[in-house]
């Protein structure tokens, strides 16, 4: 019985001493470098836990919220990461041009100094645009008939177009047309809202 045994025995030590300090396999190496990375038997390199660091290549991160480096720029384009924006500038939220009301007293016409500065870059923007057009549309709050606020929109309305028209704008760029009270921007009868409405849109037909 004994002798039937011992080869038992010795095949079982053979094979258990077979399956222990195997060699490390060597994974290719995509990345460019010229070595590849060791891995043991468990799949895993020797910094296990650490983010893989391909031989010859920078540390890859995941790409979560923070692991993307860049600009989100939601709607905006950057020039080359340069901070200059190289989209339409009517659509630059830091240019002039992306103003596009002007906002009246109560009752009033008048286009007041504080709008100057857009005045002067649509003006700009046209004259250097030959083919563009704009439809200044003319608002009032709902204070007063349905005439009258016609009327006063329409007067609003060509009170910028003049305004444009005095920095050299042409007569065949600009329309200026008036919808009283019908289309308001803010619902209400506060004053907040009212002010909200009292105003001129500068309306591209391009856009």
Not at 134 to 154: F, H, K, W
Not at 176 to 200: I, M
Request: charged letters at 25%; aromatic letters at 6%; a negative charge.
């Amino acid at each position: 019985m004994k002798k039937m045994l011992w080869p038992i025995l010795l095949a079982l030590v053979v094979s258990a001493c077979g399956t222990t300090g195997g060699k490390e396999a060597t994974v290719e190496d995509r990345t460019g470098g010229k070595s590849g990375t060791t891995v043991g038997a468990s799949g895993q390199g020797a910094d296990a836990g650490k983010p893989a660091t391909p031989a010859g290549g920078a540390e890859t991160a995941a790409l979560g919220g923070s692991g993307v480096s860049g600009n989100a720029l939601d709607g905006k384009q950057l020039d080359g990461g340069s901070g200059k924006f190289s989209g339409d500038e009517r659509k630059n939220p830091a240019s002039p041009l992306s103003k596009r009301s002007i906002y009246f007293d109560y009752d009033s016409f008048v286009v007041k100094d504080e709008y100057r500065p857009a005045l002067e870059a649509h003006a700009a923007f046209l004259l250097a645009n030959k083919g563009a057009h704009v439809i200044l549309q003319g608002n009032t709050d709902e204070r007063g008939s349905r005439e009258y606020n016609l009327a006063l929109g329409q007067r609003r309305a060509e009170a910028v177009r003049k305004a444009l028209a005095v920095l050299g704008v042409s007569d065949a760029q600009l329309e200026a047309v008036s919808f009283g009270e019908e289309k308001p921007r803010k619902e209400g009868d506060s004053e907040e809202a009212y002010a909200e409405n009292r105003r001129v849109d500068v309306v591209y037909t391009d856009e």
